[in-house]
């Protein structure tokens, strides 16, 4: 997607050869007519498949996630990271150790959001070690759902997240690969 790749060029700043930071256009303030592009992009890419929800985890993932389930014209849940300690019985919990925050946090989404009826998309922002999908994969399975694919905006090809999910046999749309952040550069990969 020439638009976003040429933003992330405008906007993101490397914080390290591992990290980007895209809080002008991610994950703190969202330009609403870029996200939109991307959430057709997404339906685009995955409208033949009968996608019946969109599912992501909060914050960073909802904004496309929303105008992917827009304009695909079905709900979308997020899943809520879990500030309690006591167990749900009405929900499915996965721990999921935190890319950027050096944590581990627990996210949890409702049963009564997923069921195994649905056919399920999975939108996020960015996949690094593709913890926080591996986390959605094992709720979605849990609930007997069928994940249909996963939608990436941005994609470190650099690391193993994307890949590992694909051998496993899932299909992921990126919108943006980066395949390198050394030497103070954003090498894209072309797709
Ligand atoms: P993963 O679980 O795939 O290792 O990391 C995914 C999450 O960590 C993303 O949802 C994103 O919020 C955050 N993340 C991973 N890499 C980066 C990065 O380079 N920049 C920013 N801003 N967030 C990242």
Same mark, same amino acid.
Request: charged share 30%; aromatic share 6%; glycine share 8%.
């Given at each position: 997607m020439e638009l976003l790749k040429q933003r992330i060029i405008e906007e993101g700043t490397i914080l390290s050869d591992q990290v980007l930071n895209l809080d002008g256009l991610l994950n703190h303030q969202v330009d609403p007519q870029l996200t939109m592009e991307m959430g057709k992009e997404f339906a685009a890419r995955f409208r033949e498949s009968g996608?019946?929800?969109v599912v992501t985890v909060e914050s960073s993932g909802i904004a496309v996630g929303f105008a992917?389930?827009?304009?695909?014209?079905?709900?979308?849940?997020?899943?809520?990271?879990?500030?309690?300690?006591?167990?749900?019985?009405?929900?499915?919990?996965?721990?999921?150790?935190?890319f950027t925050k050096g944590i581990v946090t627990d996210i949890m989404l409702s049963?009564?959001? *997923?069921?195994?009826? $649905?056919?399920?998309?999975?939108?996020? $922002?960015?996949?690094?070690?593709?913890?926080?999908?591996?986390? *959605?994969?094992?709720?979605?399975?849990?609930?007997?759902?069928? *994940?249909?694919? *996963?939608?990436?905006?941005?994609?470190?090809?650099f690391q193993a997240g994307a890949r590992t999910i694909r051998e496993q046999g899932f299909r992921v749309e990126s919108l943006v690969k980066i395949a390198s952040l050394t030497d103070g550069t954003i090498t894209f990969l072309e797709i």
């Open positions: 996608i019946t929800r992917t389930a827009y304009e695909l014209g079905v709900p979308l849940v997020f899943a809520r990271r879990k500030k309690t300690l006591l167990a749900d019985p009405d929900a499915y919990c996965e721990r999921v150790p935190s049963k009564r959001y *997923l069921s195994s009826e $649905d056919r399920v998309l999975f939108i996020d $922002d960015i996949i690094a070690n593709g913890d926080a999908a591996k986390g *959605l994969i094992k709720i979605i399975e849990r609930s007997g759902a069928e *994940l249909i694919g *996963l939608g990436i905006v941005i994609e470190k090809s």
